[in-house]
């Protein structure tokens, strides 16, 4: 049998590969943030009937095809987010295995898959689970100490250590960004001409929040145990107390403070008041970012974290700047940083030599000198 043939062979096992994997991904991608396991029920289901879907109805690409996006016992829409992680999947899988040394192919799989479940997840929710994150990090260490490859080297303790070096660069270098960015915008301030109305139900061990027209999760609020929220108000009523007219509402995440008296908000139903003013607390960016850019940093190392935070912002950029030439700001505001770190980091396996090289290129060589 001829070399070629075996390279095709070698080609159509990891496109194939990876639309099974892109298959289980899916999994991931919609158990995790709603803290379901991804073990149990082992087959998976429809979220419309909840009938467990046979594995004839559930083969990669080929079954939403032939499915035509349906469920085959209720006829639910299937989402093409599902087609599109796995043939997103397989293609990732087959760009490393024809690009990358062979030797590379399995940790840059497990890396693509991280960051494939990653991106949806933090589209949809905003958040990033330790599993992927902490567990990257894990992940990319024990790979690197078993192939120090990853790392440019041959010796397994060294390896080792780059990927701590580069786990730490990413982790540091965003969390100073978002200490810095809680210094400089870590607060909001509204002011509303008619005063708004301000509703506080509790619903389990969280509640939910009114604020004029915006409806919120109390959680969402606080991502600090120091953060606060203030409202002034005309007028309030927590539960059956109706403190002074004109009245200052002080919340932590687990209490209120509101004319010298304190109260935890867990002995609390339902709080109600009229808004003139309010202080909302937040982050320029999430906690979850800086662990995701460590576990990066864990797989492909300190340079790379440099190349994908800068390739990510320059890309954020790109796409605020387009959002507000077409008149839609607001487009920009929903996508979380984590997908533009996720780019960065496949650009870097791809192609990232080559951009550098590109790059420093534009310069004369009298002003690299100067760098």
């Known amino acids: 049998m001829s070399s070629e043939i075996y390279l095709y062979l070698f080609a159509v096992s990891a496109f194939v590969l990876g639309a099974c994997i892109g298959s289980f991904l899916n999994v ?8 379901l396991s991804v073990n149990e029920p082992k087959r998976s289901f429809c979220p419309h009937c909840q009938k467990q879907i046979e594995w004839y109805h559930n083969l990669p690409l080929v079954s939403w095809l032939t499915l035509r996006g349906k469920c085959a016992y209720c006829a639910a829409p299937i989402p093409f987010r599902y087609f599109g992680v796995e043939l997103l999947t397989s293609l990732l899988f087959l760009a490393v295995w024809l690009t990358q040394p062979w030797i590379l192919a399995f940790p840059y799989w ?8 990653a991106t949806f997840i933090d589209f949809e929710f905003f958040i990033i689970p ?7 990090v894990v992940a990319g260490l024990i790979l690197s100490l078993a192939i120090p490859v990853m790392m440019g080297v041959s010796s397994p303790l060294t390896g080792l250590l780059w990927s701590a070096i580069g786990a730490a660069t990413g982790y540091f270098l965003l969390w100073g960004v978002v200490e810095a960015g809680k210094l400089a915008f870590g607060k909001k301030r509204l002011r509303f001409d008619e005063p708004a109305e301000f509703i506080w139900a509790r619903e389990g061990d969280d509640a939910d929040v009114t604020l004029g027209d915006e409806q919120m999760k109390w959680s969402d609020l606080f ?3 120091r953060d606060q929220l203030i409202l002034k108000c005309t007028r309030a009523k927590l539960d059956s107390r109706e403190p002074d007219s004109e009245t200052t ?10 004319g010298g008296e304190t109260f935890e908000l867990e002995k609390l139903e339902r709080i109600t008041a009229q808004v003139t ?6 982050e320029a960016m999430g906690f979850g970012d800086v662990k995701f850019i460590a576990a990066i940093g864990a797989f492909l190392g300190w340079k790379a974290v ?12 790109v796409i605020g700047v387009a959002a507000i030439a077409i008149g839609k700001r607001e487009y920009s505001a929903r996508i979380p940083f984590g997908p533009y770190l996720a780019l960065g980091a496949l650009l870097w396996m791809f192609f990232g030599p080559e951009l550098v090289g590109w790059y420093l290129g534009l310069f004369p060589p009298s002003e690299l000198a100067l760098l």
Request: net charge negative.
């Open 28 to 35: 991931c991608i919609y158990r995790m943030p709603r803290d």
């Open 110 to 117: 497990i890396l693509v898959s991280l960051l494939i479940v």
């Open 130 to 136: 330790d599993e992927i994150t902490w567990g990257g």
């Open 223 to 225: 991502a600090r145990e």
């Open 249 to 258: 509402l002080l919340f932590h995440y687990n209490n209120v403070a509101c």
């Open 277 to 282: 003013e309010v202080i909302i607390p937040r």
């Open 306 to 317: 440099l190349f994908t935070v800068m390739a990510g912002s320059v890309v954020g950029a």
